[in-house]
């Protein structure tokens, strides 16, 4: 049974910081390309940041230099640093793990998603 489960949303004024962490039960994490997605009301779901097996990093446009996508392989968690946080940025965060055999894609898992909101 593969789980992921969010953590670290809340309510933070714009310019603050939040730290959001996914940890990933079950096997499939070091053969999973690990990312964030958030959906805002009325909005599609868009990523925001990814981190491959191979360790290569993306970044959607509108959160470059302000948030940081890491993982710990040992640990099987994934996190998501964010500072400098705009109203903008408010939405569901959703941990996601993009699941492969070799180099055969298999099917994506998603967590139950977390709650940001940026505001005064």
């Known amino acids: 049974q593969v789980q992921l489960v969010e953590s670290g949303g809340g309510l933070v004024q714009p310019g603050g910081s939040l730290r959001l962490s996914c940890a990933a039960s079950?096997?499939?994490?070091?053969?999973?390309?690990m990312g964030w997605y958030r959906q805002a009301p009325g909005k599609q779901r868009e990523l925001v940041a990814r981190n491959t097996r191979g360790g290569r990093i993306e970044y959607t446009d509108s959160v470059k230099g302000r948030f940081t996508i890491s993982r710990d392989n040992a640990k099987n968690t994934v996190s998501l640093q964010m500072n400098n946080l705009k109203p903008e940025d408010s939405a569901v965060y959703y941990c996601?793990?993009?699941?492969?055999?070799?180099?055969?894609?298999?099917?994506?898992?998603w967590g139950r998603g977390t709650q940001v909101t940026v505001s005064s």
């Open positions: 079950g096997s499939i994490f070091s053969s999973s390309t």
């Open positions: 996601n793990a993009e699941y492969y055999s070799g180099s055969f894609y298999l099917r994506d898992y």
